[in-house]
């Protein structure tokens, strides 16, 4: 049997699903703390090697606008890539420009290849191949077509007893109208 080669991630809050390669789960943290004011929502997916979790190697972002007014207010020149407008918000996502600081050797004033070459190959690769193919499956779900109930009204009250020869009778004391027999 084959393992599957990519799980579904869902989002409940605003009915959508993205779709992961599995091997993300070793290397990658989900965290919901929104940086940006701007954002109604935000989902962090954090690089995590051998313990340590770094910077996100994709950024989901929620915005309660339309795209008009994302492309008025110039989001359409920014690092941010627009993914979808549903629902009244746009969804955009963003990658990194650069590598974690933590991957930067100050004496030799470049990323410590040696030290971190394993580590900085795997980001490189979740954010330049994976992370736009991430973004690329967001799927809304169908909304459920759910009917508001509404109470049966009737023109009186029952009560389960029966009154005089078998008769059902409201409380008023009048019979209980034919249509309301069951």
């Known amino acids: 049997m084959n393992k599957p080669s990519h799980f579904v991630y869902r989002n409940a809050r605003y009915g959508f699903t993205l779709r992961f390669p599995t091997w993300w789960r070793t290397y990658a943290v989900i965290d919901r703390r929104r940086q940006n004011s701007e954002t109604e929502n935000e989902l962090h997916f954090r690089f995590r090697y051998k313990g340590k ?3 996100d190697a994709l950024a989901i972002l929620v915005f309660r606008m339309t795209r008009q007014e994302w492309n008025r207010e110039g989001y359409g020149d ?19 420009e650069e590598l974690p600081e933590a991957f930067y050797d100050p004496k030799t004033n470049d990323y410590d290849y040696k030290r971190y070459g394993a580590a900085i190959r795997l980001l490189k690769r979740m954010v330049n191949q994976d992370a736009p193919r991430i973004a690329g499956s967001i799927r809304f779900l169908p909304q459920a077509n759910t009917a508001r109930t509404v109470p049966y009204r009737a023109k009186c009250v029952c009560s389960a007893r029966t009154g005089a020869r078998g008769k059902q009778r409201c409380r008023n004391g009048k019979r209980r109208p034919a249509s309301h027999r069951y």
């Open 78 to 96: 920014s690092p941010l890539v627009f993914l979808a407008e549903h629902g009244g918000r746009v969804f955009a996502y963003m990658t990194p």
């Open 53 to 55: 979790v770094y910077d």
